[in-house]
């Protein structure tokens, strides 16, 4: 269902979060890692055990509310500044609908930095995709990759 490669980056790590029978339903994560852009895919059931009962488009609302959350953390812990997130929208690549919010900002180690959240559902999981880049990259970059990992989808 993932590729392999993407932009020509392949995986850098994959994290099985539910390695713990006790947490089944975080699911995994794969990491991409190239020269023009970071991707991070993951799948899972629910990010909280709170949200376990609510209905699939209700924990996708929820995720793309906490990107601030996160960001606003990662401000208060120095690592980014800056930060400038813009009007969430839906954006579609290929036959999946995706909610997305991008988010402008510096990061203390790289420099400025642009992201891209989007999320949808797959197979009856939350989809999750983070793809981040250089400002100073082609931002054409971001729907090339975003195309290759939702080729891989299959169609039903």
Do not use: C
């Not at 895919?41 to 996708?60: F, M, S």
């Not at 601030?68 to 009007?87: A, H």
């Not at 919010?101 to 989809?127: P, Q, R, T, W």
């Amino acid at each position: 269902m993932l590729p392999s490669q993407i932009l020509g980056a392949g995986w850098g790590r994959l994290t099985n979060y539910g390695a713990n029978e006790n947490d089944a339903g975080l699911g995994v994560g794969i990491g991409y890692r190239g020269n023009e852009v970071k991707v991070d895919i993951y799948v899972y059931e629910t990010l909280k055990p709170e949200w376990a009962q609510l209905p699939l488009k209700d924990r996708i609302q929820n995720e793309l509310d906490r990107v601030p959350e996160i960001f606003n953390l990662m401000v208060k812990q120095g690592d980014y500044s800056d930060v400038k997130i813009k009007k969430p929208d839906v954006v579609r690549s290929g036959l999946i609908e995706f909610q997305h919010v991008e988010i402008d900002y510096i990061e203390k180690k790289s420099g400025a930095l642009n992201s891209h959240y989007f999320l949808s559902s797959v197979n009856g999981k939350v989809f999750k995709v983070r793809i981040s880049r250089l400002v100073s990259s082609n931002p054409l970059l971001v729907m090339r990759a975003l195309t290759e990992i939702t080729d891989g989808i299959p169609k039903k």
